[in-house]
């Protein structure tokens, strides 16, 4: 009896950490649950955190689709910089609202144009964090932002000539870009401690272009390096 007591305890304490990681209790990187009774049913919640802050810098690699083409039809690679701020929206789940403002030079290049367009940018994104045994986290993320043009320049590389890109098309006869802009925002990026990277697309829905007869969009692709603290 009192073998088979021993085997069965040993047993015991040998399953506890397959129990544990599978069940995700506990402090720990893979760990950010618990459970609780609700009559006759077993709750999970989350209890990481529900509030972080970060700062983000990167490559943007952005162009013009749609009608206005002959200015900004290529990529053109710009500068994207910024902070954010996530905050929990449930404790069920590492689920949060994700916000902030940055700066982004987007536009676009073709064989007789350069266009560059800067904007503030604000962020408005739901992410889900998906934390693992070794350390990394996974966040997909989804939503979309707003921006506003802040400055910018339509370079002619023919007639070595360069005008403001935002403003009325009727100016000096060049068809300028709106300052207001929007649309979706998909992406995936990974943590690992404080340090976070992720791969970004914007797809512009705001019609960029001031011209009656053209729709253009902008559609960006940010690869982003920071820390969250």
Request: positive net charge; hydrophobic residues 35%.
């Amino acid at each position: 009896m009192k073998r088979i007591l021993t085997l069965a305890l040993v047993a015991l304490v040998a399953a506890m950490p397959l129990v544990a990681q599978r069940h995700n209790y506990g402090p720990g990187p893979g760990n950010r649950y618990d459970y609780e009774r609700s009559g006759s049913r077993w709750i999970r919640n989350y209890y990481g955190k529900d509030l972080y802050f970060g700062l983000r810098i990167g490559p943007a690699f952005s162009h013009v689709s749609g009608d206005a083409i002959d200015y900004a039809s290529s990529s053109k690679t710009g500068l994207h910089l910024g902070g954010v701020v996530g905050f929990g929206i449930t404790n069920r789940a590492p689920v949060f609202f994700e916000t902030g403002l940055s700066y982004v030079n987007k536009g676009g290049k073709s064989n007789y144009w350069t266009t560059s367009l800067s904007y503030l940018e604000l962020p408005l994104t739901f992410k889900y964090i998906h934390y693992t045994d070794i350390g990394l986290s996974i966040h997909p993320l989804f939503g979309g932002y707003l921006a506003v043009g802040i400055d910018g320049s339509i370079k002619d590389f023919a007639n070595k000539t360069k005008v403001g890109a935002f403003g009325s098309s009727k100016e000096e006869g060049v068809d300028r870009f709106k300052r207001f802009d929007g649309g979706l925002r998909v992406g995936c990026g990974v943590g690992f401690s404080m340090f976070y990277l992720d791969l970004v697309y914007d797809i512009g829905l705001a019609n960029v272009s001031h011209n009656d007869y053209d729709s253009s969009c902008n559609r960006t692709l940010y690869l982003n390096f920071g820390v969250n603290f």
